[in-house]
């Protein structure tokens, strides 16, 4: 049987319509130690008891959203509806993850940086900025997306750098060693 590593603090606060509560630390694991306060879960659904995963700052995970293995969410990110952040992912700043979205591997979603709508980011990619990722768009591997849209199907990866209020979409892939800037919003990628 796991050994639970948090508990509810008496601290609530409503977001909408749901109720979170503040985490609190019950033993130490990774770099957290007992009696840290932690972030604002809904339920014990929210966040696992197993690995180092961690809810801190002001942080909020509600709904069907799960954070587990060594996963971070922390400054005043959410997660919520069915999203999964999992692995060593982190989400952090005012990033949203939502809808059926998943964050995984070494991924980092951070700034304003919204996944959201059965998007994937994974292995070492970067989201930020104002960047946007859903519908079934991925970005994965060593790829970054700053301040653009990247949705449908379409797919960044290897070390692309997207930036600059581009789009890719469709079923436009954008990879390797790939510079994409916005020239002033105008440069749009999409699969003949």
Sequence with gaps: MTEMKYVFSDEIKLLGDVTVR???????FGDIKEGTLGGWVAGTRNLSEQG?????DEACV??????SGDARVYGNARVY???LVHGEA???????????????????????ARVYVRAEVYGRAHVYGDAEI??????????????????????VYGHAYVEDSSRVYGDAEIYDSYYADGLS????????
Excluded: T
């Excluded at 503040?22 to 130490?28: C, E, G, M, P, V």
């Excluded at 919003?185 to 003949?192: N, P, T, V």
């Design 62 to 67: 509600f709904g069907a959203a799960r954070v």
């Design 52 to 56: 180092n995963c961690w809810v801190g």
């Design 90 to 112: 982190r989400v952090f700043g005012d990033a949203r993850v939502d809808g059926f979205a998943e964050v995984y591997g070494q991924a980092q979603i951070y700034d304003q």
């Design 185 to 192: 919003g105008h440069r749009i990628f999409e699969a003949l």
């Design 134 to 155: 859903y519908e079934r768009a991925r970005v994965y591997e060593e790829a970054r997306v700053e301040d653009s849209l990247v949705y449908g199907a379409a797919r």
């Design 22 to 28: 503040r985490i609190k630390a019950l033993r130490d």
């Design 81 to 83: 509806q069915s999203a």
